[in-house]
T-cell receptor, first 110, second 118 residues
Framework: RKEVEQDPGPFNVPEGATVAFNCTYS??????FFWYRQDCRKEPKLLMS???SGNEDGRFTAQLNRASQYISLLIRDSKLSDSATYLC???????????FGQGTRLTINP | GAVVSQHPSRVICKSGTSVKIECRSL??????MFWYRQFPKKSLMLMAT?????????EQGVEKDKFLINHASLTLSTLTVTSAHPEDSSFYIC??????????????FGSGTRLTVV
């Protein structure tokens, strides 16, 4: 079983739609959670950290369910510029490295 | 703040030659840097963790004699792909931890190096 699993997509949605991504992680010692965004042929960039209480940044909302070891990302009122690959990323307590999911590819259509 | 500079951004080399990729933290000190490889439409795979002043820690399956890592200062780590072959063609990305509070800053990535071995 992969340490971090995501639905690879691709997701094709119309502009203005709401889209949700899910991610599960297998290591219960995971302590930090992130969503990164990666554009084609570019490096990943931090979109937002994910907290147990849930957090929101503009049109983006992230949720963490530690009991189910599940992370989600919700994008509201999607824009063309949201087209990218979204990476679910986890850091395990006591380890320095990040573990990446395979990414979910999103295309917003006009 | 928290900028990581990676050079070169793109390199084409002949099979059998070696290529050096540099990763610099511009406005912070990084005792630890990470090197990843990414194949097309795949996720990032950690190759090794680079520790300043000590040997790198390689992930399982990564040949340490082929991918030489040197982290001689708190702001510079280098990855040298030795005797490159076409199957080494990939996107190589470095990252550094900019802040001890991971929940706040996460990790910062270099812009990546696209290596093509012909």
């Amino acid at each position: 079983r992969k340490e971090v699993e995501q639905d690879p997509g691709p997701f094709n949605v119309p502009e203005g739609a709401t889209v949700a991504f899910n991610c599960t992680y297998s290591n219960s010692a995971s302590q930090s959670f992130f969503w990164y965004r990666q554009d084609c042929r570019k490096e990943p960039k931090l979109l937002m950290s994910v907290y147990s209480s849930g957090n929101e940044d503009g049109r983006f909302t992230a949720q963490l369910n530690r009991a189910s070891q599940y992370i989600s990302l919700l994008i509201r009122d999607s824009k063309l510029s949201d087209s990218a690959t979204y990476l679910c990323v986890v850091n395990v307590r006591g380890a320095q490295k990040l573990v990446f999911g395979q990414g979910t590819r999103l295309t917003i259509n006009p | 703040g928290a900028v990581v500079s990676q050079h070169p951004s793109r390199v084409i080399c002949k099979s059998g030659t070696s290529v050096k990729i540099e990763c610099r933290s511009l406005d912070f000190q990084a005792t630890t840097m990470f090197w990843y490889r990414q194949f097309p439409k795949k996720s990032l795979m950690l190759m090794a963790t680079s520790n300043e002043g000590s040997k790198a820690t390689y992930e399982q399956g990564v040949e340490k004699d082929k991918f030489l890592i040197n982290h001689a200062s708190l702001t510079l780590s280098t990855l040298t792909v030795t005797s490159a072959h076409p199957e080494d063609s990939s996107f190589y990305i470095c990252s550094a931890r900019a802040d001890e509070d991971l929940s706040r800053r996460g990790y910062t990535f270099g812009s990546g190096t696209r290596l093509t071995v012909v």
